[in-house]
């Protein structure tokens, strides 16, 4: 039964930075005592902030299912509001004070797929570790249908790295790599030969593909086929890069990737590259942020080092 919640008034100037962070807590972990061992308070404290919590609200928050504990449907409601509060809360402190990176403690999180090549991230967990030893790097995938925008917005992530060209007018974004497309083969394929790659034996080919698919879109590289009057037949659908080397040295498939990306399968596992049978624009990456985190000291030295990390590639000798 839903509790009767306090007047709106009363309600906002009981709802202080604690309750917060104890409402975060019992959102993330569904428990009392788990919410307190994430806090560092004891449970007797979460379970008199969980109390004030579902009279201010007016909702259970947590309940009995089974032998464990579940977010009532109003509490999933508050999980992304209360996530990106704190998130604002936390900048109002970090713009106006620049702590020492040294000195800094938190979390870098950057939503991506995995089409940029190893030593891309390495290098930056390398800046990283040197430069902030108090941090730690996060890196997760993309969403489908631009979920990583709603990622930024809510503060569950801070960066993304793209080769969608659209955005929101709330994000900000900067070029970061730009590279050209390039197929990979098996050694022996039958298109692998001098001049057997036209754009004709292209498109009669069966494909891998594994860039960022939105439905009923398809991917980047589809738009600019579709220029070119060129319709694949893919195969094999992956957004698991790792996976892509075996099932290319085992079928006859082709991969359309950056040239970057390609170059480490060619040196790694063997496979052949071949440039891409007509003129097409470069692979586009870039980088984006949320407009609330654009002055923020330390993700602006992340999004350099980003930079950086881009430039060395682009610069490295090619294979």
């Known amino acids: ?3 009767p919640p306090e007047p709106d008034g009363d309600a906002a100037r009981r709802l ?5 962070r104890s409402l975060h807590a019992l959102l993330s972990e569904s428990g009392v005592s788990q919410a307190a061992s994430r806090l560092g308070i004891a449970q007797s404290a979460m379970s008199r902030h969980l109390a004030v919590l579902r009279r201010l609200i007016g909702d259970p928050l947590l309940i009995r299912v089974g032998n ?26 970090s713009h106006a004070i620049a702590r020492p990176l040294r000195d800094l403690r938190r979390s870098f999180r950057i939503a991506t797929y995995d089409f940029m090549p190893k030593a ?20 997760r995938g993309l969403g489908s249908r631009f979920e ?8 569950d992530v801070d960066l993304v790295i793209t080769v969608w060209p659209e955005l929101p007018e709330h994000l900000r974004a900067t070029g970061l790599l730009n590279e050209p497309l390039v197929c990979v083969l ?16 292209y498109e009669r080919a069966r494909h891998l593909t594994s ?7 398809g991917t980047v590289i589809d738009a600019q086929l579709a220029d070119l009057g060129v319709t694949l037949r893919t195969l094999v659908h ?11 040295s085992r079928t006859d498939l082709v991969f359309t990737t950056g040239r970057l990306l390609a170059e480490d399968f060619a040196r790694e596992h063997g496979l052949v590259i071949v440039p891409f049978p007509a003129k097409i624009k470069p692979m586009r990456y870039r980088l984006v942020w949320h407009e609330r985190t654009h002055t923020d000291h330390a993700l602006r030295w992340l999004r350099e080092e980003l930079a950086a990390a881009a430039r060395a590639l682009a610069h490295r000798p090619r294979s």
Do not use: K
């Open 211 to 217: 860039l960022e698919h939105v439905p009923g879109r």
């Open 16 to 20: 202080d930075e604690p309750l917060l």
């Open 68 to 93: 464990r504990m579940a977010l009532t449907e109003r509490a999933q409601e508050l999980v992304a509001p209360t996530r990106r509060i704190l998130a604002d809360m936390s900048l109002l402190v």
């Open 148 to 155: 990583h925008y709603r990622q930024l917005a809510d503060g």
């Open 1 to 3: 039964m839903p509790l």
């Open 238 to 248: 992956t957004q698991f890069l790792s996976l892509a080397p075996s099932i290319l």
């Open 120 to 139: 891309f991230f390495a290098q930056l967990a390398e800046r990283i570790g040197r430069d902030a030893p108090e941090c730690d790097l996060v890196i």
């Open 186 to 201: 098996r050694p022996g394929h039958p298109l692998a030969d001098a001049g057997a790659l036209t754009l004709e034996s």
